[in-house]
């Protein structure tokens, strides 16, 4: 069966009409961000904020249509909520909720269960070996992982009632909604509630002086993401996803939606890459392999690396002792430690060209 068009998706979305009127999404011009890959198929509904309840049932109306067209076997529809037309010109974000940190990079993924947590930790404590004062944020409200996977427990404290001092582990700081409630409780919160806590987890936290803070960002392109783009000078953001076709998809609009908010993607990380057998030493590419490779390619950004899937990997995060604390000559620490040395080389970079868009005033 041929794969099928964007012509076909478009013209699928041409038969559901927009809220308040006659005319159809796509000649409001409200289609964009059309990706198909082998059956799959993901694109954009851009919106003002004012229209995203109106417009949550012709999101599914959309999906539906779509997945109507012979040859879709899977449909994400996202709904992005542009900025009114007196706010097109995008204001920076000021560092006023964190004055002392340098540099914030954030890690997201399309989709949960590509390892974003284990990549963010891991790419955390190789900035850390550099000799950098680095800080990790866990803004996944509601998975947060980053306590057991650091094997750190309990409340943090707090001097004088209102600042909560990080919680440390291998030197690194750290800070999760996961030391503040149990860690079965489920956090049913609306997004307004989750923007506030992330606020507050970077604001209400002495995170103290920093050249550099990674945000482990719960997956998808939703509040959390949309808190720390605007609210947060991010200097920019690395994408994990692993090999397969509908996790690229995903990884596809998570990049995507950063670039719409002018916030660098810095590469893109191929996590559960192959998978070397213990006993045998046979390589199988359980997820495929090279997707994210082509596709940070395709989309113009870097490859910054792939991880495998490895038990060690799982085993030593399981505990709380991260591979690149535990066991750092091993080749998979080895690999974060790689990672962050581009990471790191491209944030400067990057640091150095808006330092020199700044303009100097000269006494003579």
């Not at 914030?104 to 949960?112: F, L, M, R, T």
């Not at 070397?276 to 392999?289: A, K, Q």
Request: net charge negative; charged share 20%.
């Amino acid at each position: 069966m041929a794969e099928v068009t964007e012509e076909q998706v478009r013209g699928a979305l041409a038969g559901i009409t927009a809220p308040g009127g006659d005319n159809d999404l796509v000649d409001l011009g409200l289609v964009s961000g059309v990706v198909i890959r082998n059956g799959n198929v993901g694109f954009t509904i851009e919106i003002t904020p004012e229209q995203a309840e109106a417009f949550g049932p012709v999101c599914k109306l959309a999906e539906k249509a779509v997945a109507a067209l012979p040859g879709v076997l899977s449909v994400t529809a996202v709904l992005t909520a542009e900025r009114s037309q007196q706010q097109q010109q995008r204001q920076p974000p000021t560092k006023e909720l964190i004055p002392d940190v340098r540099t914030i990079i954030a890690v997201a993924s399309g989709k949960g269960g590509v390892g974003k947590s284990t990549v963010s930790i891991n790419l955390a404590l190789a900035l850390l070996a550099r000799g950098l004062k680095v800080g990790l944020l866990d803004a996944d409200i509601y998975g947060p992982s980053i306590p057991k996977m650091l094997g750190i427990h309990g409340r943090p404290k707090s001097e004088d009632g209102n600042i909560l001092e990080p919680k440390k582990n291998y030197g690194l700081k750290c800070m999760s909604i996961g030391f503040l409630v149990a860690e079965d409780t489920p956090m049913i919160w609306r997004g307004p509630m989750v923007m506030s806590a992330i606020e507050q987890l970077l604001r209400d936290v002495n995170w103290g002086e920093l050249d550099i803070l990674v945000v482990d960002l719960p997956p998808g392109t939703g509040d959390a993401q949309l808190t720390m783009a605007q609210r947060v000078p991010l200097t920019g953001a690395i994408i994990v996803s692993t090999p397969q076709d509908i996790a690229l998809l995903d990884a596809r609009k998570g990049l995507n939606m950063f670039r719409k908010v002018d916030v660098p993607v810095l590469g893109i990380v191929e996590n559960m890459s192959y998978f070397n057998c213990p006993h045998c030493g046979e390589r199988t590419n359980i997820f495929s392999h090279g997707g994210a490779k082509a596709t940070a390619k395709e989309m113009g950004t870097d490859f910054l690396g792939e991880i495998p899937l490895d038990i060690t990997i799982r085993e030593a995060s399981d505990v709380g002792k991260p591979i690149t604390a535990a066991d750092p000559e091993n080749p998979h620490s080895k690999a974060f430690h790689a990672m962050a040395d581009q990471v790191w080389e491209k944030v400067q970079v990057l640091e150095a060209e808006e330092e020199a868009q700044v303009p100097k005033i000269v006494v003579q």
